[in-house]
Structures are given as structure tokens and as C-alpha cells.
């Protein structure tokens, strides 16, 4: 499966953004879908999984409560909806996809094959 992650840019603190993860080459619905962001400086780190059907979501509690992640199977699309942004959001972010049709979902970097390149958000104090 090909990803193709758009939908960054800059916003002030406290803003808004909506990420996409537009999926092409494979069934999309087969594949667990994750976001990843990497700060300068700083490892690339989990933000936000989804299990193939929507049904089961994960997040790192550092978003936990600002950021939503969902999909969209019959558009081969995922989302991230990130509001509240604070500037420490600042990063690189990617999507990734698992495949599998598990109920539950996984955080490690390691489990995910497929990865899209990067959006870049920037987010002012």
C-alpha cells in the first residue's frame, strides 16, 4: 500500500488542523492505520492509532483529548484532526499502516511496514 500524507502547514497556538492519509495500491480496509510525528532533534514518536474498522483507537496521552484519528475505508482515507495545537506539536508528521484485521491496535514504530512521507506542522506561540 502507497500513503500519501497531506493537510500540514502553520498555525497559531491554540488552532486547528485536519491531517490526511490518502491510501492507494492495496485495500485500504486490510490495514491498521497509525500517525507518527518527528520533532528536529528528536526520534520519531507515536501520536495515534486506528484499528481497520474504526472500532478501536489509541493515543499517546500527550494528545490524548486534543487530536482525533479516524478512517474512512470506502475513501481509502485516514484522519487526524489535531485542535488545541500547542507549539511542542511542532514536528514532522507521518502516517503508517499494519496490515492485519486485529481488533486492537499497536503503538510500536516497528509494526508498521508502510509509510507515507511527511507533512510539516508548524505550530506559533
Known amino acids: 500500500v502507497q500513503l500519501q500524507a497531506s493537510g500540514g502547514g502553520l498555525v497559531q497556538a491554540g488552532g486547528s488542523l485536519r491531517l490526511s492519509c490518502a491510501a492507494s495500491?492495496?485495500?485500504?480496509?486490510?490495514?491498521?492505520m497509525g500517525w507518527f510525528r518527528q520533532a528536529p532533534g528528536k526520534g520519531r514518536e507515536f501520536v495515534a492509532a486506528?484499528?481497520?474498522?474504526?472500532?478501536?483507537?489509541t493515543y499517546a496521552s500527550s494528545v490524548k483529548g486534543r487530536f482525533t484519528i479516524s478512517r474512512d475505508n470506502a475513501e481509502n482515507t485516514g484522519y487526524l484532526q489535531m485542535n488545541s495545537l500547542k507549539p511542542e506539536d511542532t514536528a514532522v508528521y507521518f502516517c503508517?499502516?499494519?496490515?492485519?484485521?486485529?481488533?486492537?491496535?499497536?503503538?510500536?514504530?516497528?509494526?508498521?511496514?508502510?509509510w507515507g512521507q511527511g507533512t510539516q506542522v508548524t505550530v506559533s506561540s
Open positions: 503508517a499502516a499494519d496490515f492485519g484485521k486485529r481488533r486492537i491496535v499497536t503503538t510500536a514504530i516497528s509494526n508498521y511496514s508502510y
Open positions: 495500491g492495496r485495500t485500504f480496509s486490510n490495514y491498521a
Open positions: 486506528i484499528n481497520w474498522s474504526g472500532e478501536a483507537t
